[in-house]
């Protein structure tokens, strides 16, 4: 990736499949994004991290849990960023899930 870094800092939406819009604040520190739900849903519950990724090299992990927060874990998955107001993480073999910026 280049030396410019896009800032993702900030409140991001997205329509997780089978729920419903969520917010998500991700927070930024050099090549590192952490994306925390703001609101949650019977799996991960708001308070908690839904993702993280390098910035470099696209790589993360995404959090996936059973009904009620139950055996909660990361699983591989990656991020693209398709402009400076929308991104997507990918949970490698589980879906995507595309974020438009909430300004």
Known sequence: MSEE??????????????HFDEVIRIMQENDHVLAVKLTGDEHVPAGNVTWWA??????????????EYRN???VPGSLTI???????????????????RDD
């Open 54 to 67: 390098d910035l470099r090299t696209g790589e993360g992990e995404g959090q996936i849990a059973d009904w």
């Open 72 to 74: 909660p874990r990361f």
């Open 5 to 18: 870094r896009p800032d993702l800092n900030g409140e991001w939406i997205g329509h997780y499949p089978g």
């Open 82 to 100: 398709k402009s400076e107001e929308r991104i997507v993480f990918c949970w490698s073999n589980l879906g995507e899930v595309e974020y438009r």
